[in-house]
């Protein structure tokens, strides 16, 4: 069940061989993390990205990863999908892995229920997909074309994508970023619910300080390649913003992000928003959803 | 003036050629957005009912009465647009009509459209004009299946593979610098004047279009789906026929609907220059004995093969990218 992404290391591990990541199976003892990660490095073009990250996730755990615009999270999110292989360090993660990206990313050739069951080889991957479906909210659209989504359903449909294949680690890039306020507030009940029954390992990457809050079972950030910090949400009672161990925490962690907490009441959330999309709109190419409009239509 | 609204930002691309061309004027999204802005500031200017009454602030400096349409005016109905469209090719047969009946057009300069029909009447009757049509029809069917089929294989070979880019792309990108028709002498010593230099002609001119087209369309996929096939665990054959394939369909039409016009360009050339039987040679004979009426019936089948080939192309498209209409369809 478990996959380590053994990395060849700079400093201290014993592996030998330099700058490629090789993924070796390990068995899963009952106590295990499900995400191990010790000492992970990442540089583009001599920029040191990752400085050495360590991150353990237990086995049905919620962790919110923070951090602010360009400190690295996409970049720790892809190592643990697979698709960087070229960050040294170890990491072991469960063999079955899904990733809901920022964007959809939908096959707009293909309709709703084939791209849920994309990559599916079982024999009722068509009927898990259609339950799939159904669980987000999204039954009878099983033939629609993904251009005829809204954006929240776009994001719906990925979720069910990612949920088919009863990952043991799930992996959620800023899944909301794209979406309208009123949207992202139905999705993350939506979430929870699903993380709740399914129970696998998450880890959503955000920049929004609380979500993280509102959701995760454990918070962390990244700064300088590094984690600065990683504590568990205890939060006694609701979690609700009127919480004050809520504002508390939050404040905590805005302060880590180097945001002062009155300086944040300020900042029109949205804008906050609008400038962290552009932001990685800059590194995207033309989406091909990017073009439909976003908006939900109920 | 009103602005219409392109929704979805992927309009007209159900027709994948027209479409880019129309992102090109338009100049993308900035210019659409600019468009709808100015369109909408106009809708105020006209819509801002300033009822023709004695303005109340006409006399006042500063303010002006803006001269708008009195509603209760009858309006007249417009003449519709394919109505106005006719009037000039209309005219023109007229004044054709005339010139030959007065002899200002000699026959043997250009028939009159009256001869031609009755010329064109009498070559289907007897049976010329079709036998001599499918003879065409053949040629352009077998060139353009040996050349699009060509064309996709090598597309995916040098599209696909890296090796095969080295190999393949290359001499197909210096070959796609001589004009296909300066070919034809050595098509000549190569195939004779049968049937096989004008299939020959015909698929090389449409091959280049399809390779170049379809082998852009495969590099341009987005590399966001690549990564999504990778999460997937899709495989390599499933990332082909799950996300390149389907990913460069619109551009291998592209290519296809530059092949189908090219088809027809090549096939009348070739067919005047040698060739016993077909449409061109149809026009050729008749060039000698200037019989200028059936060389005018020639190019009306030529160009109304033109038209279906067009039209059946836009068929396939609108079949083959139906998801791109989504947001009509369902
Ligand atoms: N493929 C790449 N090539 C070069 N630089 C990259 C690449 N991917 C990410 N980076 C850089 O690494 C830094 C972290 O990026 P990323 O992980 O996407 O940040 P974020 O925390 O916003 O998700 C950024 O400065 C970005 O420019
Ligand atoms: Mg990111």
Redesign the pocket.
Known sequence: MTTAVATATAATSTVGTTGTAAVTPRSNGASEPAVWVRGVR?E??G?Q??AGVDLDIAAGEFVALL????????????ILAGL?TDATGQATVPERGAVVFQDPRLLPWARVLDNVVLGLRARDARAQATAALTEVGLGGKERAWPATLSGGEAQRAALARALVRSPGLLLL??PFGALDALTRIRMHSLLRDLCRRHRPAVLL?T?DVDEAILLADRVAV?TDGRLSLDEPVRLGGARTRANPEFAALRARLLAELGVADDEAEQVDPEQQFDA?RQ??AE?QDGSAQGDVEQVEGR | MSTSLVLGGRGGNAEAGTGTEAAGTGAGGAAAGGAVAGGAGDAVATSRVVVAAPAPGAAEPGRVALALADPDRARRRPVPKWLRRMLGPVLLVAFWQIGSSTGLIQADILAGPWTVLHTGYDLAADGTLGENLVISLRRVAFGLALGVGVAVVLALVSGLFQLGEDLVDAPVQILRAVPILGLVPLAIVWFGIGEQVKVFLVALGTAFPVYINTFAAIRGVDSRFVELARTVRLGRLGLIRRVVLPGALPGFLVGLRFAFTISWLILVVSEQINASSGIGYLMDQARTFGQTDVIVVGLAVYGVLGLLSDALVRLLERRALAWRRGLEAT
């Open positions: 990442r583009f073009a920029r990205v990752l951090g602010r615009s360009g400190s690295g999270k996409s970049t720790l999110l892809r960087d890039d800023e990457v920049h990244l962290e932001d990685d590194r």
